[in-house]
């Protein structure tokens, strides 16, 4: 109840037009636990009520309640309940970024739109799957907005002719 009245309190203090919860990840991360996914519907209805209740006192535009949310489609099931929380958001803001990193053993794209390939696991790492997932599971498809990151990961090659997708590497560039 404190940390709602002081969320209200401090948006409209300083004007803002809404709050976004970045939580990553409930349920996922050491010392994340299974009740963290029932916890953060929770923080969601709290904060969602407290800002109808302010604006209808106020006479005041309610303020918006976003969240980003991740891709990886393990991590959502194990800490988003997907079809209560497109209830009380507004959007949901897709982490749609890191499907890759330059770690990883051949060169990819980190933020793929689509698969090239829809017989492996590959399709899964893809804003199109990642999409589809939130669709099927109960986010209202106006409700889902898709980031594009503007950055790249570099790749160093394990030979410079060999520089296309899927390319062996020995892990990130200097």
Known sequence: KNFTKSVVRYLR????DGFDLDWEYPGSRDGGRPEDKENYLRLVKDLRRA???EAKKAKR???LLTMAVPAGIETIEKG?????LS????????LSYDYHASTEPLVNHHSPLR??????????LTVEYTVGHYLKNGAPRHKIVVGIPTYGRAYKLFNPDVNGLESPSLGPSE
């Open 87 to 94: 209830k009380y958001l507004d959007f949901f803001n897709l």
């Open 13 to 16: 203090q300083y004007q803002f």
């Open 80 to 84: 988003y309940d997907v079809p209560r």
């Open 51 to 53: 800002f109808e209740s």
């Open 115 to 124: 698969s090239y390939d829809e017989t492996d696991f590959e399709h899964q």
């Open 61 to 63: 535009p309610r303020l």
